[in-house]
């Protein structure tokens, strides 16, 4: 059984004011005794049915006539004619700043100059090591001196120009710095002994020394302050590849002039 205080706090709950029960509830407060009175019928509310008022007649003057409102004008679309669209206004594209170019690394190459007769010879070292007397490369430069007419045991001028100089620092050190620099090198060793023929072997002699590329090879090249130039495969490429060893050989034979008349 229920007390009064949990009773009235479900009735609460369930948002009920007011209840009676049906039997009589043990230990429930005393009913009000309003709320035990007959409920009084509704009194329905007195009105007079009249006769609705008769209509005036028309007069004889006819009304003057309303003026009628203006339909919205529709337009049709006609075959052939575009519906007009309303223009859009144009945005002004955002301005794009310039991209700066990206750095372009530097080259990375060793090249050995050598001195064999009146010629000149800068050398593309692959390994990047000095030439060791039973290196095969360098075993078939001395094979390209004797063909050539010239002391097969050049001599060797200087240390090994390897690019880059530095691993740090701000120096530029791009392909033009690499060029500028392999020029100059070898200007200041033909001011010292002028040479009939400058050869260049393998592509970064060819490339810095002599501003050219690979198809450059079996050809001479005319290069400011250095003078003649002879664009060669480089030696690691020769041995892999022998048939070139053909076009060098009829190349050498139409240059042999120029440091043989020298001796």
């Known amino acids: 059984m229920l007390i009064e205080s949990r009773r009235r706090a479900y009735l609460s709950a369930m948002q009920v004011v007011h209840w009676l029960p049906r039997a009589e509830l043990p230990f429930a407060a005393p009913s009000r005794p309003e709320l035990l009175l007959p409920v009084a019928p509704l009194h329905e509310p007195d009105f007079e049915v009249r006769p609705a008022a008769p209509s005036a007649m028309p007069s004889a003057a006819p009304a003057a006539p309303q003026a009628r409102s203006e339909r919205p004008k529709i337009e049709i679309p006609r075959p ?36 064999a007769g009146s010629c000149l010879l800068l050398v ?12 095969p490369s360098y075993l078939l430069l001395k094979d390209l001196l004797r063909a050539a007419g010239l002391p097969d045991a050049p001599q060797i001028i200087g240390e090994p120009v390897r690019w880059p100089l530095l691993v740090r620092g701000n120096m530029d050190q791009g392909p033009d710095a690499a060029r500028d620099f392999v020029q100059g090198f070898i200007a200041a060793r033909v001011e010292e002994a002028p040479c009939s023929c400058l050869w260049l072997i393998g592509l970064p002699a060819v490339r810095f020394a002599g501003e050219a590329d690979a198809e450059a090879y079996y050809q001479t090249l005319k290069v400011d302050l250095l003078g003649d130039a002879w664009a060669l495969p480089g030696l690691e490429l020769l041995m892999d590849e022998p048939q070139r060893k053909a076009h060098v050989w009829k190349a050498m034979r139409q240059l042999m002039a120029r440091w043989k008349s020298v001796e």
Do not use: I, N, W, Y
């Not at 794009?96 to 060793?110: G, L, M, N, Q, W």
């Not at 593309?124 to 007397?133: D, I, M, N, R, Y």
């Open 80 to 115: 052939g004619s575009a519906p007009k669209v309303a223009a859009k206004p144009v945005e002004a594209e955002p301005e794009v700043a310039p991209s700066r170019p990206a750095p372009v690394p530097p080259p990375r190459f060793s090249l050995q100059l050598l001195r």
């Open 124 to 135: 593309e070292l692959a390994t990047g090591q000095p030439f060791q007397s039973r290196d």
